[in-house]
């Protein structure tokens, strides 16, 4: 069909009623339609220019151009819905809120006109006249507005919810440090609330406001207000942002603040839903409390600065979580199915096939519960998530165990021995840290889960680190269990944790400091029944073989191996390659944190089971569960499901039990660059002969395998001379061994450092173990290198003398 949108255009004004008349232009034409934006420009003031804007519109004939008729006109704004046409539907954005709901709250500028309730009842005439001559159903933009025309014209529609325009690159991000307000700067939005409340908190929280002023004398107040408030160097005033900056603030936002009077809709509710970000509103929004649920997906306030004060406070200290919420948020958004697909059908009656990389994205898409999806055909997406979330859905908590949330394990235990040593009530638990663990809960769960056929007496837990949450789970799910943890503290750490009833066991606990993938793990062989890892395989840098290996070794036999680690190619790591964003579950850097604070490296579940094969282990199970996020992507769902994939291996968090049934061999193929079973080396200085200058060395293989010396991988040494200026001038690779080194073996050599002439500025030999093909051991951390003082002409003497790797 042919179709006209109808809408007004105030001069240099763009916002959020543009950008849905354009959205809903390229969604007609993109399912098939041939569709146009038709502008009105509008001024509403004075009064007579009002009442000729009204007579311009009904003047207007749109039912046909150049004599091709236009099928259909969809109005979405006043006046220029009242443009005439046979076949008109109406899609109301918005009516002259001045002569409705405005009026009524004394807020109307039609009451400074001598002829303003003339006014108000020609628009109330036109618009009821024109929305009963129509021919179709009439639709709203939202349920707010679909309640002013019933209670102000007593015109019945239905809401018809869309997509904001960003919805397919809205993404999810941490939840930082900031409450971000977005927007259109302007009275109705009142930045005033926001800027008394912030004055009233309890910290120094920041907010980061974005947005267009459409009155720049407005913005110089809200500036100079941040300044008689004292908060100005808390708030952040971005100004004009394009998309990326945007995305970008959503993303990294703890929550999001939109506090507008009566709101017709509100992108800024449902782009922060996408983000995952909760929502702090107030109870008379009125579009964003059709999506946002009191402390379930964002919070409610009363619309006075010292009750939305509280609600900052209590997102941004950690008294709710903003996490949970947020998620739930975006698990709504997607339970409402928005999406063009369906409006276009809805207000055209059909929406052509198209191929399926030709449809718009379907991060948007809905309707209300009365405007269920045509009964005739399930849609095969529908279908495709219910199996995807099935096969995925986390397990029921674990049977005959006390705890149902982490509040209720904080409140069970005293997580810390020294104020009851020095007399001081306990210190809360961190809310931040409180909210985190909040966040795991799920995963807590599902790990105790995994073990429920097995009975540990000693177990191991490698990157534990305070408060031991989970350790007070598993000493409550096995009784007199026996636990020990490894950290990366640089102390042993040590800690009696007291229930706050009999109910619950008091333990003991001992962690001590080595670095998982690198080190030599403080325990005897064979002394665990039970070693888990949670969440920390995919921060290792190095080696996971070091750390499958060590793990073997200090487990007995049959004794049982639990790791959890994200699942690089989860439905939703598809999801993010097919949208062109890197698929890890946490992939931003963390500076404060060094190498181990980011994730470096993200599993698919088959390699864990290659890597546990290569150190000795059997799997037992291997699953993959949706344990933080339920959402799906429709279209993800349906692209996993007609490949025939395994859709259990799909999920967000991988959860691997293994059983040891030997010893380590070599790492899996294709997994390393070099062998890093090799490459654990110590270095002996015996002594130097003065006269002669002859050095007597040792190296000894530390590794569990022997060292070839030839060929790929050979184990020789690099040999590099620093001058006395401290500059790196020369390397040598050079092989001093004649046969393989065994494990444990010191093989001793000897090289000539010719005495240094009383002339002569020493400067130093550094000899590194040497991987053939691969690099220097020093790199894995397992081998630091010896030096030696050495003279320029020693050096070239060592070259010239002992024989190269190729010999």
């Known amino acids: 069909m042919r179709i006209g949108i109808l809408r007004t255009q105030v001069p240099f004004v763009n916002g959020g009623a543009e950008r849905h008349a354009a959205s809903l232009c390229a969604a007609l034409n993109q399912y098939g339609h041939e569709a146009v934006e038709i502008t009105l420009p509008f001024k509403w003031y004075p009064g007579k220019t009002l009442a000729s804007n ?39 954005i ?226 709710t979580d903003a996490e949970q919420m947020g998620l739930k948020g975006h698990t709504r958004y997607h339970a409402l199915n928005i999406h063009w697909e369906h409006i276009v059908r809805t207000l055209t009656g059909h929406a052509n096939s198209l191929p399926e990389e030709s449809k718009l994205p379907l991060t948007a898409s809905s309707a209300t519960a009365e405007e269920a999806k045509e009964p005739e055909q399930r ?72 073990l429920q056929s097995t009975t540990p007496k000693r177990a191991l837990d490698v990157g534990v680190f305070p408060p031991l949450v989970f350790q ?80 073997s070794r200090v487990l007995q036999p049959n004794g049982y191996l639990l790791l959890t680690t994200p699942n690089v190619v989860s439905h939703r790591g598809v999801w993010k390659m097919l949208n062109g964003i890197a698929p890890y579950s946490f992939g931003i850097f963390v500076p404060s944190g060094g190498v181990y604070g980011r994730h470096n490296r993200e599993y698919a579940p088959p390699e864990l089971v290659r890597l546990g094969e290569a150190a000795g282990f059997e799997m037992e199970r291997l699953n993959t569960f949706d344990v933080y996020d339920r959402n799906v992507d429709p279209a993800t769902a349906e692209m996993l499901e007609s490949r025939g994939d395994d859709l259990t291996l799909r999920g967000e968090t991988i959860f691997y039990l293994a059983r040891k049934v030997g010893k380590p061999t070599t790492p899996p193929e294709n997994f390393y660059h070099g062998n890093p079973v090799l490459m654990s080396a110590e270095f002996s200085h015996y002594d130097t002969e003065e006269k002669t200058g002859l050095t007597h060395l040792g190296l000894k293989n530390k590794s569990s395998a022997w060292w070839p010396i030839k060929g790929d991988r050979a184990t020789c040494l690099l040999a590099e001379w620093i001058d006395p200026n401290g500059d790196l001038r020369h390397q040598h690779l050079f092989q001093p061994f004649t046969s393989p080194i065994g494990p444990n073996e010191m093989r001793d050599f000897s090289i000539r450092l010719l005495p240094a002439d009383q002339n002569t500025a020493s400067g130093l030999l550094r000899l590194h173990a040497f991987q053939q093909g691969v690099g220097v051991f020093t790199g894995s951390g397992r081998a630091a290198p010896i030096t030696l003082p050495c003279t320029e002409s020693a050096f070239l003497h060592l070259v010239r003398s002992v024989p190269t790797t190729s010999a």
């Open 94 to 319: 918005h009516q002259h809120r001045q002569a409705y709901d405005q009026w009524k709250l004394g807020n109307s500028d039609l009451l400074h006109d001598d002829q303003g309730g003339a006014l108000r009842q020609l628009i109330h005439e036109e618009d009821r006249l024109a929305f009963t001559q129509s021919p179709h159903p009439i639709y709203a933009n939202s349920k707010n507005v679909a309640q002013r025309m019933q209670e102000f014209l007593g015109i019945a529609s239905t809401a018809l919810y869309h997509p904001p325009p960003l919805a397919d690159l809205m993404r999810m991000g941490s939840y930082g440090d900031y409450l971000f307000a977005p927007g259109r700067i302007n009275p109705s939005k009142r930045l005033e609330l926001i800027l008394r409340a912030l004055a009233e908190t309890r910290s120094k929280m920041r907010l980061v406001i974005a947005g267009v002023p459409e009155n720049p004398a407005y913005q110089e107040k809200l500036y100079k207000m941040s300044l008689e408030l004292g908060i100005s160097s808390q708030v952040e005033w971005l100004g004009p942002v394009d998309d990326d900056t945007l995305l970008e603030k959503y993303a990294g936002a703890k929550a999001v603040v939109f506090v507008p009077q009566d709101e017709d809709y509100g992108y800024i509710t449902l782009e922060a839903m996408l983000s995952a970000k909760p929502v702090i509103t107030v109870s008379d929004a009125g579009g964003p409390l059709e999506f946002i649920t009191h402390k379930e997906n964002g919070l409610i306030a009363d619309p006075t600065p010292r009750s939305l004060a509280l609600a900052f406070n209590e997102v941004m200290e950690g008294g």
């Open 379 to 450: 849609d095969p997406q529908d279908a495709a998530v219910e199996k995807l979330q099935a096969a995925i859905a986390p397990p029921p908590p674990p049977t005959g165990y006390p705890f149902k949330s982490i509040t209720d394990v904080l409140s069970a235990y005293a997580f810390e021995e020294l104020p009851k040593q020095i007399g001081k009530p306990e210190t809360p638990v961190d809310p931040g840290l409180a909210g985190y663990l909040g966040a795991h809960w799920t995963r807590f769960e599902t790990t105790l889960n995994m």
């Open 472 to 551: 007070a789970m598993l000493a409550n799910k096995f009784p007199d269990i026996e636990m020990c943890g490894l950290w990366e503290g640089p102390n042993p750490y040590r800690q009696h944790i007291e229930s706050r009833s009999p109910s619950y066991p008091n333990f003991d606990i001992r962690l001590e400091p080595a670095n998982s993938e690198r080190d030599r793990w403080p325990y005897d062989d064979e002394s665990f029944d039970l070693v888990t890892g949670m969440e920390i395989l995919e921060h290792l840098a190095l080696d996971p073989h070091f750390f499958f290996s060590e793990a």
């Open 54 to 92: 009204i007579l311009a519109a009904k003047m207007l004939d749109l039912s046909e151009v150049e004599g091709v008729p236009v099928d259909m006109v969809i109005g979405l704004k006043f006046p220029a819905y009242l443009i005439p046409h046979p076949n008109k539907l109406f899609w109301i």
